[in-house]
């Protein structure tokens, strides 16, 4: 009887110890709840949600509130490319107006085209004063150029900023990915212009300022003569780099005018100067100043400065040396 009386003790005390191990549920535990229970929406407030569901003709929101939110596909985009499928998976964040508070199933009905039109052009504002490089893709061609959509917001790309060469063919660009920058935002007048040209003149430069980082000063390139002007020669040194060699580094002999020594198309060797603030400085004359000494002109200069005639055919000049 003893033997029973203890174990019933140590079977109460073991479930007492078992209840008390169990979490006690306290007021802080449904914050979220009783915090959404009170929240009040109204019809135009911009929510955030996280996707927990996409179909074909719709995408379903968690809104932390306790009634989920609804986003029709032509809620969605006004961009004719965008798909459901494609472009919204579970776990994005999106944010839309609600157009309704209970679409008569107890959802909230959002749209994103009416959110783009609220803080969609405050969000380009942003990416035009960050000088911000984003990621678009080209949906039609129109007049003078292609038309690609930026958070919700049709968006115009001139011909003339697609490329940095003359784009003939537009429809080339339909469905492609470019990297872009916005250049004008004009909200009242729902203008939105983009650049793909400022993207890829930014980057070339960065890379023809690689490449000038690693000439060296002292080396000596071979270029050809593309222009000149009355400071100086510039010269092509091939792979898009362009060295200026200034007048008074073009000859040893003092000239007026490079023309009077040089002409466009020209090939010559000049030696690295310096490469500060990305522009190449070239001498030809340093390359003529280390040069092997030219045997008849070292006869011809001996002779001029001894005060002997010198003569002008061939056979003057190679006289009396060694070959």
Known sequence: METEIKSNVVEAQAAEAEKSAEPVETMADYHKELEA????I???DILSGTVIHVSEEEVTLDLNYYAPGVIK???MSRDPAFSLANDVHVGDKVEGTVIKKDDGAGNIRLSCVEAAEVIGWDKLKAYLDEKTILSVKVSEVVNKGVVAYLEGIRGFIPASHLSLEYVEDLSSFVGKDMDVRVITVEKEKKKLVLSARDVLKERAAEKL???ISMLVPGSVLEGRVESLMPYGAFVDLGGGLSGLVHISQISQKRIKNPSEVLKVGDTVRAKVL???HNK????MKAVAENAEPDPVEEKM???YSSGKSVGTSLA???KGLKL
């Open 42 to 44: 109204n019809e135009g």
């Open 274 to 276: 310096n490469t500060n």
């Open 316 to 318: 003057d000049l190679l």
């Open 301 to 303: 200069a001996a002779e």
């Open 37 to 40: 229970s009170f929240r009040v």
């Open 209 to 211: 300022n690689q490449k």
């Open 73 to 75: 596909a032509a809620d």
């Open 280 to 283: 190449i400085s070239l001498s």
